[in-house]
């Protein structure tokens, strides 16, 4: 089955760094969304992209976060000045459709970012 | 806001038995999607079972299926012959029709035991 694929599996980052967690969408794939969870709590959607625009963003993705599709295949979430609370497991997915439908999504394994 | 609520953060079952895993939501929407994640100490998320809101018959999936009671906004998961490798966190999750979006409840831990 294809996958979504993230890199790296692990970032470590200090304190006001800015990161880039990278995720390769399955290839016939036209939605994309980023999603995190902080150790130990819930899954929480940060944005979805389609078009090469923002369809959806939740209050968390602020002026801090932003995205980008920069060539055919990359879909990146970059943060630009890392906080401690922005430690978490972010997840990358991708759906062939709208997820207004009942499509699948697929996730990625996800990147473990840890900020100190 | 739509609100997913797992009241059981762990459960335990014996290999080969049935287990019930609860899930409730708040919504004022109609049309919606509800989803069971599996996230194994591995932390991928992967898909389980999917149910479309307008679809009285309830989804099966090998030895998993759902209890999908609409007007009880309630959506249990069932799993059948557990098995070893059903060990995982999982995760019930709410997508509107009118939205991308998916929220995901608190999630339960599920131990299979030998």
């Known amino acids: 089955e294809p996958e979504v694929t993230q890199t790296p599996s692990h970032q470590v980052t200090q304190m006001g760094q800015e990161v880039i967690l990278r995720c390769v969408p399955i290839?016939?794939?036209?939605?994309f969304y980023w999603y995190r969870q902080i150790l130990g709590q819930k899954v929480e959607f940060l944005v979805s992209?389609?078009?090469?625009?923002?369809?959806?963003k939740s209050e968390i993705f602020d002026d801090q976060f932003s995205v980008e599709r920069p060539d055919g295949s990359n879909f990146t979430l970059k943060i630009r000045s890392t906080k401690l609370e922005d430690s978490a497991m972010y997840f990358c997915?991708?759906?062939?459709?709208?997820?207004?439908?009942?499509?699948?999504?697929?996730f990625g394994s996800g990147t473990q970012l840890s900020v100190l | 806001a739509q609100t997913v609520t797992q009241s059981q953060p762990e459960m335990s079952v014996q290999e080969a038995e049935t287990v019930t895993l609860s899930c409730t939501y708040d919504?004022?929407?109609?049309?919606?999607?509800l989803f069971w994640y599996k996230q194994p100490p591995s932390r991928q998320m992967i898909l389980v079972i999917r149910?479309?809101?307008?679809?009285?018959q309830n989804a099966t999936e090998n030895r998993f299926s759902v209890n999908f009671q609409k007007a009880a906004k309630s959506f249990s998961l069932k799993i059948s012959d557990s098995q070893l490798g059903d060990a995982a966190m999982y995760f019930c999750?709410?997508?509107?029709?009118?939205?991308?979006?998916?929220?995901f409840g608190d999630g339960t831990t599920l131990t299979v035991k030998p």
């Open positions: 997915a991708s759906s062939e459709g709208q997820a207004t439908t009942n499509e699948k999504l697929f």
């Open positions: 290839s016939n794939h036209l939605y």
């Open positions: 992209f389609y078009n090469n625009e923002i369809s959806e």
């Open positions: 919504t004022s929407e109609s049309d919606y999607y």
């Open positions: 149910q479309e809101a307008y679809k009285q």
């Open positions: 999750a709410y997508r509107s029709a009118d939205s991308g979006k998916s929220t």
